[in-house]
Each structure stands twice: as C-alpha cells, then as structure tokens.
C-alpha cells in the first residue's frame, strides 16, 4: 500500500483503508466500531447494532473478505498497536487523535462523522496516484470480485451475505454492475472457451448448483 507509515496517524489512516477492503464496511459503521468487535483470531468483525452504527440498525457478522494477506496483515498490525494504548476494549478502532498519550477521563475518541473517513481516502488515492472515490465505492468492488473469486453457488451466496445482503439480488441488482470493457471480456472468454464433455458439464453445474439442488441430485444417483 503506497502510503506512509511513520507517524500512528498515518499507521491509522492505512489501517483504515485496509479494513475498508477487508470488511465492506460502511464509513458510519467504521467509526463507531469499538475493539471489542475484533476478532483476530477468526478473522471477522462483530457489527452490534447497539453499538456501531449500521445501516437499518442490522446486526451482522463480517467476515475478511479474501483480498490479500498484505492487506489483512496491516489491520492486524494496527489492532496490536492499539492494544499497547487503548484503555478498554471499548475504545474506538480507529481513534480521532491516535496517541500513546491516555486521555482525559470522559473525553470521547470516537469521530461524529464520516468526513474524516473520505479524507483520508482521498488523500491515499493522491499518494497512489489514482483517481478518487467514495468509501462506498469499495463495496461495488467486493461485489464485482463475487464472480471473479466465487467457484460455487454456497461462494457466492456467502460473500453476498458478507455484504449484509439477505438476498443475492441486493447484491447483482445494486452493486454488481458490469461495465462495458468487463462485459465484452465475459463474452468474448464464453465464445471461445471448449465445449465441455457431458460428464464435465455434469460436473459443473452440480458444483454450481445450491446445495439443496446437489443433496436432490445424490439422492436421485444412489437411486437402485
């Protein structure tokens, strides 16, 4: 990740960005999150509506989207730090003004918007030399990678659910819109790829196949 990593400041900022990616979080959940709702061990997070601010009030459990070790090694590396400073599990993920200096008794380090969030995005896309986008935006991209790292239909389904989607056409309808280049590339790989045999076709689509449709189709093959 092109950004600077001297000051804790700057070691918060890039954990941010990470932990975008890593969990599809939306910027009002990331502010609210407390530390308590990190799991290293498992590799998830747990938004509790009562405490972080999620959308409808939803409670959930966010498993780390597969986006890279490198990427899921600097959250780790931020959650450590922070627990040589923070006072309580309560503390917020992602402090206002990281310090190793404790606070004031009463005194809140939670951010009361998500401005600073854009901010700090935008200046990490100037450092990496691309174009700017919202914190949301990164929520459109986990959803195109669905099709691109999913081999089943369970895959799928659980990376969509990932999103706090109930339902896989949340996730097609709103987010998983492909753009012409990446359309034009889909096609042109189906028209050339080989004809697969009868039992590779087979095969395909058992794997595909919920997993209701796949105990249906052994129960039907162990038929004598």
């Known amino acids: 990740m092109a950004l600077p990593k001297d000051t804790v400041q700057q070691r ?14 939306r910027d009002a959940a990331l502010i609210s999150m407390r530390l308590k709702h990190i799991d290293l061990e498992n590799r998830l997070i747990f938004q509790n509506a009562k405490e972080v601010r ?3 009030s939803k409670t959930m459990t966010t498993f780390w989207f597969p986006v890279g070790e490198d990427i899921g090694q600097i959250f780790i590396d931020w959650i450590n730090e922070r627990g040589t400073t923070a006072s309580s599990e309560n503390e917020p993920v992602f402090p206002r003004s990281p310090s190793a200096i ?6 809140s380090q939670f951010w009361q918007t998500a401005a600073s969030v854009r901010h700090i995005l935008k200046q990490a896309t100037a450092k990496a030399g691309q174009t700017y986008f919202v914190p949301h935006a990164i929520r459109s991209t986990l959803a195109l990678m669905i099709d691109q790292i999913a081999a089943t239909f369970e ?8 999103l706090g989607h109930e339902h896989m056409r949340t996730t097609e309808e709103h987010y998983g819109q492909l753009d012409d280049n990446r359309r034009q590339e889909l096609i042109e790989a189906m028209r050339i790829r080989p004809k697969l045999s009868e039992q ?22 162990e038929m004598r």
């Open 102 to 107: 404790p606070v004031k008794s009463g005194e």
């Open 200 to 221: 590779e076709g087979f095969a395909e689509l058992y794997q595909n196949a919920p997993a209701e449709r796949r105990a249906l189709a052994r129960q039907i093959l």
């Open 54 to 56: 999620t959308k409808f």
């Open 12 to 25: 918060r900022d890039r954990a941010i960005v990470a932990f975008l990616f890593l969990t599809g979080v």
């Open 155 to 162: 895959e799928r389904k659980a990376l969509s659910q990932n």
